[in-house]
């Protein structure tokens, strides 16, 4: 009788992910075939509604289905909205190395993909105090290869690339729920 497989520390764990038959909330909206896009245009201008800080991770495991590498995408929103979860969701999603933390005294950290696909760029613009610092941690040289991720970066980035996806994220302090607005800039998200 052969032995049971077992877990593999490693690699991301499948029941982390999102049950695709699920469909109650923007978490789960698109099937990994969906172009991002499709997504974009799905929750419209007003941008939809998350009910917790998990839906807001399953809702970063969704997107990260459709991201691939040379992608920027751009998180905004006050402390507590949630970026960091968002983040770490598309790492899930994403299958990289982690845990994914925010990175805020280090600036940005790399997150190598466990599964063959991109890495996982993720920076945290707050500190920084204007475009020269940001060129300095030449984060275009790994644009190509990783899906890069900014918090804090609206104002910021917007050199780093023609085509970004901009999230906004909002969150209600007496409920834990968070709306988010997606805005595809350039011909990758049109």
Known sequence: MPPEPTARPDLPDPSDRPDPSDR???????????SL???????????AVLADPE??????????????????????G???AGKTTLTQGIGAGLGVRGPVTSPTFVIARVHP????????????AYRLGSTLELDDLD???SLVDAVTVIEWGAGLVEQLSEDRLEVTLVADADTETRSVTLTGVGQRWT
Do not use: Q
């Open 113 to 124: 993909s466990l599964v063959g696909g991109p890495a996982l760029v993720h920076v945290d």
């Open 37 to 47: 896009a499709s997504l974009v245009a799905s929750l419209g201008a007003s941008g």
């Open 24 to 34: 109650r909330d923007p978490a789960d909206l698109r099937d990994p075939g969906d």
């Open 55 to 76: 839906r807001t991770h399953a809702f970063g495991v969704a997107l990260a289905r459709l991201l691939r590498a040379g992608d920027l995408v751009v998180l905004t």
């Open 78 to 80: 006050d402390l507590g």
């Open 139 to 141: 984060l275009d040289t």
